[in-house]
């Protein structure tokens, strides 16, 4: 099996003084086009900036909970908006966690991404320490489930960069609220990966996990297998964007820390990894010519958050015969103009706000909030990939339904038996 080892060195001196959000990309301005850009990296990596840095800068200062603003659904359910922060934390930072943990260079994004990491790693120390003004929720509801889930997600991605440099306290104040959520059980669905997940971070560092906990996510999932790419979200199938938010990223990180561990089959892993490549052959396809895709089923204000299947596959190198990288860098980089250079996307101080494409906060679901839009993050893990990667460095390429609607040669699709 290959697993990426990424990478991060940390410095505590010089960076935070180098950009501000605004010198990068202003929150009341539309993004460069890419043509007025280097490339599409730049464009990229300039984009995630101006999404993480609200949340990250305001963490590392002390004012995530004095400066976002907390917007709820109109129909918003019983739970504490409080738990907006935590998913503001925790989806942030697995979306970012790739590019961080890339090896400090002398150009203008290798110091933009230092300064990011190194924010990153304060506003980690300062939410976790006593009486902080940014302390998270993981005592209450059932929500921190979810968030803490993709904070351990950071940590399997980058663990050199936003893990190791942690304070000793910090570490064991994140061990212990992830222990602490074993007094609530996961929903039948697609939340049992969010607590296998979890443990499976805890066995990669050597503390004492939950075997119960860490495996009835996989079997439970596995045994929900509706075939062709497709878990069901729970006993029946969900005609949404699960597969992706959740379900096969969680699955093959946890899958791989388990075999790792001799508790999986290499077998088992390797059915998983094959289920989620095929996943992503739909989800290539379903970019239309223009860069858009289908708003369907729920959550669909996580904008491109939808994409962190393709995406994650794309970082591990493991994209199908069918699917070059070029063609998924170029899809992805007009599903990103379609969407994040929409006026209304984001507020007038840069924090994304509830909506699809642009604002619109009657389409958010019952759970959602500010915070929970910070899943949008996760279709930017090719940034975990030098720019000498041939993910960057091809020429830009067609992908499947431009292709195909421009009369020109494209690969057949056939349904799989695994």
């Known amino acids: 099996m290959e697993r990426r080892n990424f990478i991060g060195a940390l410095s505590l001196t010089g960076v935070f003084g180098l950009f501000s959000p605004k010198t990068v990309l202003s929150a009341t301005t539309t993004i460069e086009a890419p043509n007025r850009l280097k490339n599409d990296r730049e464009y990229w990596y300039k984009l995630l900036y101006k999404i993480a840095s609200p949340v990250v800068e305001n963490l590392a200062n002390g004012t995530l909970v004095k400066n976002m603003p907390l917007i709820t659904a109109p129909k918003f359910d019983s739970r504490s908006p409080t738990v907006s922060y935590l998913e503001a934390v925790g989806r942030t930072y697995a979306g970012i966690a790739p590019w961080l943990a890339l090896p400090d260079d002398a150009t203008a994004e290798g110091a933009l991404r230092k300064k990011l990491r190194l924010q990153a ?40 960069a936003l893990w190791e440099p942690l304070k000793t306290e910090t570490k064991q104040a994140i061990i212990a609220a992830f222990k602490s959520l074993r007094n609530r059980k996961p929903f039948k669905n697609n939340w049992l990966l969010f607590g296998s997940i979890t443990e499976a971070f805890l066995l990669s560092i050597g503390e004492q996990h939950d075997e119960a906990r860490l495996n009835e996510g996989v079997d439970a999932l596995n045994s ?40 999986a089959k290499q077998e088992r892993y390797d059915l998983a990894l094959k289920r989620m ?142």
């Open 277 to 418: 490549q095929r996943y992503v052959v739909g989800q290539e396809r379903m970019i239309s010519p223009e860069g858009t895709y289908p708003p369907i089923g729920r959550s669909i204000t996580y904008r491109t958050g939808a994409f962190q299947a393709l995406s994650q596959v794309a970082l591990m190198h493991k994209l199908p015969e069918t699917i070059t990288p070029a063609q998924v860098r170029s899809a992805l980089t007009k599903v990103k103009q379609n969407l994040y250079d929409t006026p209304g996307t984001f507020d007038a101080k840069g924090w994304l706000q509830l909506g699809f494409c642009g604002h619109d906060a009657e389409i958010a679901d019952y759970y959602t909030s500010t915070g929970s839009l910070y899943m949008a993050t996760l279709s930017f893990l090719p940034l975990g990939l030098p720019a000498s990667d041939e993910f960057w460095s091809a020429p830009a390429a067609d992908w499947t339904a431009k292709k195909a609607w421009a009369a020109k040669p494209f690969p057949k699709d056939y349904h799989v038996e695994y």
């Open 121 to 160: 790693v304060q506003g980690l120390d300062n939410c976790f320490a006593p009486n902080s003004p940014d302390k998270l929720n993981f005592s209450k509801d059932y929500q921190p489930i979810v968030d803490s889930a993709y904070l351990a997600q950071t940590f399997l991605r980058a663990p050199k």
């Open 224 to 263: 929900w297998y509706k075939g062709d790419g497709w878990y069901g979200d729970g006993p029946n199938l969900a005609f949404d964007y699960y597969n992706s938010f959740v379900i096969h990223p969680m699955m093959v990180d946890t899958l791989a820390i388990m075999v790792d561990h001799k508790l």
